[in-house]
């Protein structure tokens, strides 16, 4: 039998042990590493290389969708399976755009989520309850990927979420007032919101970013 090889990243040690003893129940899964934030997660995945990774929407520095773009970039056979407090269809258009394999509610039953893992790796796509190839993928974004933020405007995202100025964000990244504006303008189209403000509750009701405190 081969082994499927899983990464768990959540930053709830509690959330992390209890999908950990679920999986090691499965003879076909083995979990062999796991990770509490972003940056973390991407030197295990970028060193260990496993089947899948479980991966939080939510973390505290680099967000699951942020993860599951590197991922994709970098052409890593890791598929990432992203786990969210906060469903919706945009959310779930953008995860398969990105390059995320999976987009489950982390209400999802440990028997389904077991059986996610196993579709992935399989080379199917799952939302919600559904399973789906490559070609029902494409029809199902449409034909082209969903707009996303590239790293720099989720920088300035998350900047800006805390309350900066668009000076303050620029001396923060090392970076021109203008650019800043730039960026922020570009946010602003890609949420299609109409001020900082939207931006900011935006993020933070998908869990892209956080509050610090």
Same mark, same amino acid.
């Given at each position: 039998?081969?082994?499927?090889?899983?990464?768990? !990243?959540?930053?709830?040690?509690?959330?992390?042990?209890?999908?950990?003893?679920?999986?090691?129940?499965?003879?076909?899964?083995?979990?062999?590493?796991?990770?509490?934030?972003?940056?973390?997660? #991407?030197?295990?995945? *970028?060193?260990?290389?496993?089947?899948?990774?479980? &991966?939080? !929407?939510?973390? $505290?520095?680099?967000?699951?969708?942020?993860?599951?773009?590197?991922?994709?970039?970098?052409?890593?056979?890791?598929?990432?399976?992203?786990?969210?407090?906060?469903?919706? /269809?945009?959310?779930? *258009?953008?995860? #398969?755009?990105?390059?995320?394999?999976?987009?489950?509610?982390? %209400?999802?039953? $440990?028997?389904?989520?077991? =059986?996610?893992? *196993?579709?992935?790796?399989?080379?199917?796509?799952?939302?919600?309850?559904? &399973?789906?190839? %490559?070609? %029902?993928?494409?029809?199902? #974004?449409?034909? /082209?990927?969903?707009?996303?933020?590239?790293?720099?405007?989720?920088?300035?995202?998350?900047?800006?979420?805390?309350?900066?100025?668009?000076?303050?964000?620029? +001396?923060? #990244?090392?970076?021109?007032?203008?650019?800043?504006?730039?960026?922020?303008?570009?946010?602003? *189209?890609?949420?299609?919101? %109409?001020?900082?403000? +939207?931006?900011? &509750?935006?993020?933070? =009701?998908?869990?892209?970013?956080?509050?610090?405190?």
């Amino acid at each position: 039998m081969s082994m499927i090889r899983i990464l768990i !990243v959540d930053d709830h040690p509690v959330f992390r042990r209890g999908l950990h003893d679920v999986l090691s129940l499965e003879d076909d899964l083995e979990v062999v590493a796991e990770a509490a934030s972003g940056r973390a997660a #991407l030197e295990v995945i *970028r060193g260990v290389q496993p089947d899948v990774a479980l &991966v939080d !929407v939510n973390l $505290p520095d680099i967000n699951g969708h942020e993860i599951a773009r590197e991922v994709s970039r970098q052409g890593w056979r890791t598929r990432v399976v992203l786990l969210t407090a906060y469903d919706d /269809e945009a959310q779930q *258009r953008q995860a #398969l755009a990105e390059g995320a394999w999976a987009y489950c509610s982390k %209400e999802v039953s $440990p028997e389904w989520l077991i =059986q996610v893992i *196993r579709e992935v790796v399989a080379g199917h796509y799952v939302i919600e309850y559904q &399973v789906f190839g %490559e070609r %029902e993928r494409q029809a199902w #974004l449409g034909g /082209e990927p969903a707009s996303s933020l590239s790293p720099r405007e989720m920088e300035v995202l998350r900047l800006l979420t805390q309350g900066m100025s668009n000076r303050e964000i620029a +001396q923060t #990244l090392g970076i021109s007032e203008q650019t800043v504006k730039n960026h922020v303008t570009a946010i602003l *189209r890609k949420l299609n919101v %109409e001020d900082r403000t +939207q931006a900011a &509750v935006y993020a933070l =009701q998908r869990g892209w970013v956080r509050l610090k405190g």
